[in-house]
């Protein structure tokens, strides 16, 4: 049985995230102090102690989630854990797709940082607060989310933004149609919507402002291959070439999150025991909706030591 390290996207943000990390590991604290350095920023600070209205905005939310990520994937180095060796994928939910490619080596950490904060602002700066929504479809499928998508656009932009598991997906786009389409949604097999605290209308149409903005930092900076493919949100398929990975990028910030798909992906191509590497739990309880497929958290001191055995043994 193969293993896929996979790492968390916003959402999974909390203050005091990575403190313990930082406490317990030079390595873990090396990383915050290089995040801290490229971004000209302390963000650890703001990490560990607030105020969370701050740590949720999108351009502090996405470098912190990775740096806990890297944190952590630094420990797990130091304690004889080989990428290569051990994990045939990485993947990562939407922002978590540049903390895959920086645990693997194809971004370094200090240009990752900047991308991420670059990327949070742009998205944020994409849309007018309060012109777009986002919507949990709880019990419809993919199919029915995108009729119930087109039903509810009526000349507005209304997309699947995120296919994260059987029975969840989430809508995205003006916030008109996202209105319309919770009010539609029982007719169309959900069987709960609920509208999301976020701050833009992420993976859909709206967001091409900012996927100009990305197509231009992302040819700015060197992406090598990485030490194991990466599973890409919009194709949840592998790919290791450096230009397909920065065309991939782009395309991600308006496309679609295929995560159901690149979990049945895994599973499909042996990959059955999933590492979630970073802060929270968010993508270990989906991974667990999934059959056969082991996860695990590994975002403590005590889950990397687990880990950390497990792996290098």
């Known amino acids: 049985m193969s293993i896929a390290f996979i790492f968390p996207g916003q959402g999974s943000q909390a203050v005091g995230m990575g403190a313990e990390l930082a406490k317990a590991y030079p390595a873990a604290k090396a990383v915050f102090t290089e995040v801290d350095e490229a971004l000209g920023q302390d963000l650890s600070k703001l990490m560990w102690e607030g105020p969370e209205a701050d740590l949720t905005l ?93 039903a509810a656009s009526e000349g507005d932009v209304c997309e699947a933004a995120n296919d994260n598991a059987p029975g969840q997906v989430v809508i995205s786009g003006a916030k008109a149609a996202i209105e319309r389409a919770v009010a539609l949604a029982p007719k169309y097999g959900a069987r709960r919507a609920v509208l999301l605290p976020v701050s833009a209308p992420f993976h859909c149409a709206l967001m091409q402002p900012a996927a100009e903005v990305m197509r231009k930092a992302l040819a700015a900076v060197e992406i090598k291959a990485p030490a194991v493919p990466l599973v890409a949100n919009v194709l949840a398929e592998p790919i290791s070439e450096p230009e397909a990975i920065r065309a991939r990028l782009v395309d991600q910030v308006t496309g679609m999150v295929r995560w159901r798909e690149t979990m049945l992906f895994l599973g499909r191509n042996g990959a059955k025991s999933v590492y979630e590497i970073g802060a929270g739990r968010v993508l270990t309880g989906i991974a667990r909706r999934f059959d056969g497929i082991e996860a695990r958290s590994v975002g403590t001191p005590e889950e990397l030591e687990g880990a950390a055995a497990a792996l290098a043994g």
């Open 58 to 150: 999108t351009e502090n939310a996405q470098p912190a989630l990775m740096a806990v990520s890297l944190a952590a994937m630094a420990v797990l180095r130091e304690k004889g854990v080989v990428l290569k060796t051990s994990v045939s994928y990485v993947a990562g939910h939407s922002l978590g797709e540049y903390s895959a490619l920086a645990a693997s080596g194809a971004l370094s950490l200090a240009d990752t940082a900047r991308l991420l904060k670059t990327r949070g602002r742009a998205m944020q700066e994409a849309v007018p607060v309060g012109e777009g929504a986002m919507a949990a479809l709880l019990g419809a499928d993919l199919p029915q989310a995108q009729e119930l998508a087109k």
